[in-house]
């Protein structure tokens, strides 16, 4: 159960997330600053925010709950995005010197304004829906922890939608960096380690083993196999065109920091995220009926977390669960203002200055937060979501953009039909819900190679295709 001590550590972490906000402030002078914290991160920094980021919402509420329906098989999810972020940490380098902030801008330097101008319009859609779905998971807690002070979903919702636009308006990458470094730390420590021993200090391993049904225990055959293949082709794509992943590549003092703090911060996530499985795992025989009481299985983790930690504890780990919801917000809300500015407010007015594109950044945090709530308000499922909103973008930008970065033979015409045949295909097999179990993402990504492939043979002619970007930046 919660107790006041409990509210009073959450308070104080509310509180501190505001402090590093408005001390932030101070350090951002121009857009570069509050984009990529001067591009001078270390070590500590980065690989905090690393993991901060790629631990959010879905990696802890999400995947908990999914494992609470279906078990170890989820650990394949796990290891596809792991193996995306191994993946991307073999191109930051690039994406760090060729000084390019956004997936749209690249498009647009490769092939001209008409991708970018696709790009961006599914990415303002995608970044609103993540958005919502971090805060709609905040609601989640709050419906396990109960009506705290009359605080119903809807309020928790609209708190903390007002102090992650607020944090993040003020300090930017400053302000995100700064607090991941602790938000790290509660995850690891208290969701990571803290938690799994409590749980399991009452339900041994091996009780739970022989307890759970048997179909929870196969790793190969506890899902369909064209739901485990989903997976591995949304979330290893997602992490080479991920924006949050691109401006920490920036923000990192030089090439080699960036590639050894996603190499370590894999390894984080990766052992976190088998901890969370586990627990998820282990509700399923200590709260038999979260289904039936909630609604969702969603609440899994939440609720080990208030019956069966002790006070304080309590309060920490539910500080760790706003850390994981609010570093993925935060990082959601730049991605918005960054696309906002340079893809939207920089093709109107291309002589903005630095101050002028800072300030349309944070007015863009501001309404896309907004935008946000109120689509936090009206759903709800955390893990399908995001899945859903990655599919989205990975099946149009992924393709082209690779192409951008590293296939000299890729011309406009192409990425234009590639972006638009895949998006297309993922939304049409979404909306009949996958006829004859075709995975919609694994559909869209063939037709978007295809398309590239095809159309850049027929159209490409030398001398007059722009160079693949990973060449000119080592130029």
């Given at each position: 159960m919660i107790g006041i001590p409990d509210l009073v550590t959450i308070g104080i972490y509310f509180l501190f997330i505001l402090i590093i906000g408005v001390i932030s402030y101070r350090k951002v002078k121009n857009e570069d600053d509050f984009a990529l914290a001067g591009r001078n991160l270390g070590y500590p920094t980065l690989i905090s925010t690393i993991t901060a980021t790629a631990i959010g919402a879905g990696a802890t509420l999400g995947v908990g709950g999914l494992s609470y329906n279906l078990g170890i098989v989820v650990l394949w999810s796990v290891i596809a995005y792991a193996i995306g972020l191994i993946g991307f940490s073999l191109i930051a380098g690039v994406i760090r010197r060729i000084e390019v902030w956004t997936v749209p801008e690249v498009l647009d330097k490769r092939y001209g304004k008409t991708t970018r101008n696709i790009c961006t319009f599914f990415l303002i859609f995608g970044v609103i829906a993540l958005f919502g779905v971090q805060v709609a998971a905040l609601g989640t807690v709050f419906s396990v922890v109960g009506n705290v002070f009359g605080i119903t979903y809807s309020g928790a919702v609209i708190i903390a939608g007002t102090v992650m636009v607020i944090y993040t308006f003020a300090g930017g990458m400053y302000a995100i960096a700064y607090t991941e470094m602790v938000q790290a730390m509660l995850l690891l420590i208290v969701l990571g380690v803290l938690l799994p021993f409590f749980i399991f200090s009452d339900l041994p391993l091996e009780q739970m083993t022989t307890q759970l049904p048997t179909e929870m225990k196969d790793i190969w055959t506890g899902a369909p196999w064209h739901v485990i293949l989903g997976w591995f082709l949304t979330m290893i794509p997602i992490c080479f065109i991920d924006v949050s992943l691109w401006q920490r590549a920036?923000?990192?003092?030089?090439?080699?920091?960036?590639?050894?703090?996603?190499?370590?911060?894999?390894?984080?996530?990766?052992?976190?995220?088998?901890?969370?499985?586990?627990?998820?795992?282990?509700?399923?025989?200590?709260?038999?009926?979260?289904?039936?009481?909630?609604?969702?299985?969603?609440?899994?983790?939440?609720?080990?977390?208030?019956?069966?930690?002790?006070?304080?504890?309590?309060?920490?780990?539910?500080?760790?669960?706003?850390?994981?919801?609010?570093?993925?917000?935060?990082?959601?809300?730049?991605?918005?203002?960054?696309?906002?500015?340079?893809?939207?407010?920089?093709?109107?007015?291309?002589?903005?200055?630095?101050?002028?594109?800072?300030?349309?950044?944070?007015?863009?945090?501001?309404?896309?937060?907004?935008?946000?709530?109120?689509?936090?308000?009206?759903?709800?499922?955390?893990?399908?979501?995001?899945?859903?909103?990655?599919?989205?973008?990975?099946?149009?930008?992924?393709?082209?953009?690779?192409?951008?970065?590293?296939?000299?033979?890729?011309?406009?015409?192409?990425?234009?039909?590639?972006?638009?045949?895949?998006?297309?295909?993922?939304?049409?097999?979404?909306?009949?819900?996958?006829?004859?179990?075709?995975?919609?993402?694994?559909?869209?990504?063939?037709?978007?190679?295809?398309?590239?492939?095809?159309?850049?043979?027929?159209t490409y002619q030398e001398g007059k295709v722009t160079l693949k970007l990973a060449a000119a930046g080592s130029d």
């Open positions: 920036s923000s990192a003092k030089n090439e080699k920091v960036v590639k050894r703090s996603i190499l370590v911060s894999t390894v984080l996530y990766f052992l976190y995220s088998v901890a969370i499985i586990m627990v998820g795992m282990a509700g399923v025989i200590l709260f038999p009926d979260i289904v039936s009481k909630f609604a969702t299985s969603d609440v899994v983790i939440p609720l080990a977390i208030t019956e069966k930690l002790p006070v304080v504890v309590v309060g920490l780990a539910l500080a760790a669960v706003l850390a994981v919801i609010m570093s993925t917000a935060a990082s959601v809300l730049m991605v918005a203002g960054l696309t906002v500015s340079r893809d939207i407010a920089r093709i109107i007015s291309p002589n903005m200055s630095d101050k002028g594109g800072l300030n349309v950044a944070r007015g863009s945090i501001i309404l896309i937060g907004v935008l946000g709530v109120v689509f936090a308000l009206l759903m709800r499922g955390i893990f399908e979501m995001m899945m859903l909103a990655f599919a989205l973008f990975v099946s149009g930008a992924f393709i082209p953009t690779m192409a951008a970065l590293f296939w000299k033979k890729a011309t406009n015409s192409a990425a234009v039909a590639a972006m638009v045949g895949g998006m297309v295909t993922v939304t049409l097999l979404y909306a009949l819900n996958k006829p004859l179990n075709i995975e919609p993402i694994f559909a869209a990504l063939v037709v978007s190679f295809l398309l590239m492939l095809g159309i850049s043979q027929i």
